[in-house]
């Protein structure tokens, strides 16, 4: 499966920004999906992740109630909706595939990873 994520810019503190992560090769029901951020000089960290269900979904602390995970089977596409966004959410955004069922937060668990696409919140 290839993986395209979309929709990253800028916006100011307290804004919203929705990333699209479109999928091609295969069916993204056949994956849990997962979203990651690196910010220079910083580790690449966890952020969201669906499992094969919809209705599973993990969230990373600091996420936790701004952002969702939402994936549509149709258009074979997942998308982060990120609301009351903070400058510390600034990084380069990725989107992954895992073989897995359950969501993860686990980098290494993901077979598939799409470019990312960098999202800069002002204060």
């Known amino acids: 499966v290839q993986l395209q994520a979309s929709g990253g810019g800028l916006v100011q503190s307290g804004g919203s920004l929705r990333l699209s992560c479109a999928a091609s090769g295969r069916s993204i029901s056949r994956y849990g999906m997962g979203w990651f951020r690196q910010a220079p000089g910083k580790e690449r960290e966890f952020v969201a992740a669906t499992g094969r269900s919809a209705g599973s979904t993990l969230y990373a602390d600091s996420v936790k109630g701004r952002f969702t995970i939402s994936r549509d089977s149709a258009k074979n596409t997942v998308y982060l909706q990120m609301n009351s966004l903070k400058p510390e959410d600034t990084a380069g955004y990725y989107c992954?595939?895992?073989?897995?069922?359950?969501?993860?937060?686990?980098?290494?668990?993901?077979?598939?990873w799409g470019q990312g696409t960098q999202v800069t919140v002002s204060s």
């Open positions: 992954a595939a895992t073989n897995l069922v359950a969501p993860t937060s686990t980098p290494s668990f993901y077979n598939y």
